[in-house]
């Protein structure tokens, strides 16, 4: 067997400490955050102190674009909610829902040029092109936000580093356009064996980490089930366990699981330092 150096051993624990670890707290002065990375070690909301769980029902009002894969996220906050009333989920199509004791998410936004309410929002309409930007920022203008996110469908599979590192560009330009929202950047599905996948993905990872970023790392939690993470000729793929089509393109099973980790995500915006 081969031995562990110190140095590599030193680099693990920091790499460990990276995820679900201290952030700073948020309201709606101050939208300053340090970064982190919500993955399949984040999944475990009865270890939320209730306070926290108060804290998000009262904090967040989300402004949510995604095509099919990303539906993974809301199926999965309706079965919460419809489980446990103490997680409570209100969502509404392009509009920000009224939440009773719990998460308000607009699911869309409005195409102005032909006007109507569009639920499946490809890469142009949020952020690729100059028209996406615009419906982006007339949400931001026009309603009650302080979180907004995109999430991928299969884009990674095809997409060069130069494409990924658009999208990674203007999410930065959001930001700075809109200091009082917090911007969440995600990666994709995982349910490709495309080494291009795999790589645009650790693009995307690691910008988050050296520019201080929030990140959802869906594809993450994707391959993780029991405690254990599933490679197809070393790639990390999604679980065999979630292999299936009850809603977004997996089981109910994997929308729950990644709707836990929504939960721990809005927490830690909230304050909590994730211990």
Not at 15 to 37: M, R, Y
């Amino acid at each position: 067997m081969k031995r562990i150096g110190f140095g590599s051993v030193l680099l693990l624990l920091v790499l460990a400490l990276h995820f679900c670890q201290t952030g700073e707290s948020n309201n709606d002065q101050d939208t300053t955050v340090i970064g982190f990375t919500i993955d399949h070690q984040c999944t475990d909301i009865s270890g939320i102190p209730d306070e926290w769980i108060t804290r998000v029902k009262e904090s967040w009002r989300i402004h949510y674009a995604h095509t099919s894969h990303g539906e993974q996220i809301t199926t999965g906050l309706e079965l919460l909610s419809s489980g446990n009333s103490n997680y409570r989920f209100y969502s509404a199509s392009c509009q920000m829902p009224v939440a009773l004791n719990g998460i308000s998410l607009m699911d869309g936004q409005y195409v102005q040029q032909d006007a109507y309410c569009e639920t499946y929002i490809t890469p142009d309409l949020y952020w690729e092109s100059e028209y996406g930007l615009n419906l982006t920022r007339w949400v931001l203008n026009n309603h009650d936000v302080n979180i907004s996110l995109w999430a991928w469908c299969c884009q990674p599979d095809y997409y060069s580093d130069t494409e990924v590192q658009n999208y990674l560009n203007k999410m930065s330009q959001l930001e700075q356009e809109y200091p009082q929202v917090i911007f969440i950047y995600m990666t994709g599905n995982a349910q490709s064996t495309e080494m291009n996948r795999f790589q645009r993905n650790n693009q995307i990872r690691e910008y988050c980490q050296n520019n201080n970023k929030v990140l959802f790392d869906f594809a993450d939690l994707d391959c993780w089930y029991n405690g254990q993470q599933h490679l197809e000729s070393g790639i990390p793929v999604e679980h065999p366990h979630y292999h299936g089509d009850e809603a977004g393109h997996t089981t109910y099973e994997s929308c729950i699981n990644k709707a836990r980790a929504f939960w721990w995500l809005l927490a830690r915006l909230s304050g909590w330092d994730g211990t």
